[in-house]
């Protein structure tokens, strides 16, 4: 079989602040590798997200300087180019990087430096969180407004789904439809059905997990019929114990009820997982193939944040990449 890791992949699901390296983090903070272990890499079962989410307190603590960011996506740019992603879309939220001073333009700017000094294509996706103002949640749409197509390609919100319900921020999404600034929104993982159903109103492409689709099939197909895509991350579904297992996940289901997905890690530190572990995962447990694989990379290219010469580009790079393995 073809060494996996070598084949080309599209991630558009990442955060940054869940991909911090854990010898990085150790030699920043000054403590020993364990303890920041096992304060920075969930346990494969969760209680449910939130418990998942305090894996986040470490890196929050270290990305609060302009050498600690640069450096940190520059460790992940090279992580995504050894693991054979070709593009990527990394989110992060750059509010929670202000608390010693720096300016949301000094913690976008700092990011982007770290992702120009390989050679791998990365957009930014700026997070707007659900614990956070509305005020606050606007900033980030505006500063997306100024960095679109310089670096960054879209708008997230996301944070602790089940207790600030999706249906809340219509508010925010109506601005960012009126200032043309396009988005992604994470629904149906923590929370149910009605999550779903509220990012498709605000006028979403694209779902972070969507998990509990499943739950509703006259919702299956509107999203299937929309062509809207579900950012899958099987691994962290599985930690955050929206799913029993990876042989009990619906993502094959989705697949072949011809609905979009894409494949994701979420958060590589976090779920320590990479999208090369994500494809055997899937093939040993749930039956993809090769081709299924292929294809959903494919998909994830038309769906991507990205003018349509450049979805042609990368579909092209793809495709001459996939030539040379075959």
């Known amino acids: 079989m073809i060494d996996l890791k070598k084949l080309p992949k599209v ?3 990442l955060h940054l602040d869940g991909s911090v390296r854990i010898d990085t983090a150790a030699e920043i903070l000054g403590q020993d590798i364990d303890i920041v272990k096992s304060n920075m890499i969930a346990p494969k079962k969760c209680t449910d997200l939130n418990e998942y989410l305090t894996k986040f307190d470490y890196p929050n603590i270290i990305l609060q300087s302009r050498e600690n960011l640069e450096r940190v996506s520059y460790e992940l740019a090279l ?9 990527a879309e990394v989110r992060f939220a750059p509010l929670k990087h202000i608390k010693e001073g720096l300016s949301i333009e000094e913690v976008i700017n700092a990011v982007l430096l770290g992702f120009s000094k390989v050679d791998i294509k990365i957009n930014l996706i700026l997070c707007m969180m659900r614990d956070m103002s509305n005020s606050d949640n606007l900033k980030v749409i505006d500063i997306a ?23 809340s921020f219509q508010e925010l999404f109506n601005y960012a439809n009126s200032v043309e600034v396009p988005f992604t929104i994470h629904a149906g993982e923590a929370d149910g059905i009605s999550s779903i159903k509220s ?7 694209r779902i972070g997990h969507g998990i509990r689709l499943l739950e509703d099939t006259t919702l299956m197909n ?4 929309k062509k809207i895509l579900l950012e899958i991350c099987p691994t962290s579904n599985i930690q955050t114990n929206v ?24 958060n590589r530190t976090v779920s320590n997982v990479t999208l090369t572990d994500e494809y055997k995962n899937l093939i040993n447990n749930l039956g993809f193939t090769i081709q299924n694989i292929i294809d959903i990379n494919k998909m994830a290219i038309s769906t991507a944040f990205l003018s349509n010469d450049e979805k042609t580009q990368l579909l092209n790079e793809y495709n001459s990449i996939i030539s040379c393995l075959f």
């Open 222 to 225: 509107l999203i299937r019929d």
């Open 243 to 266: 799913v029993k297992s990876y042989e009990n996940h619906p993502i094959k289901k989705y697949y072949d009820y011809g609905i979009r997905i894409s494949i994701n890690t979420d």
């Open 199 to 205: 990012a498709l109103d605000f006028g979403t492409l």
């Open 79 to 87: 992580d995504l180019l050894d693991d054979g992603v070709i593009y």
């Open 145 to 167: 407004k100024r960095y679109l197509n310089r670096g960054v390609c879209a708008i997230d919100l996301a944070g602790a789904e089940s207790l600030f319900k999706t249906s």
């Open 11 to 13: 991630e558009l699901h």
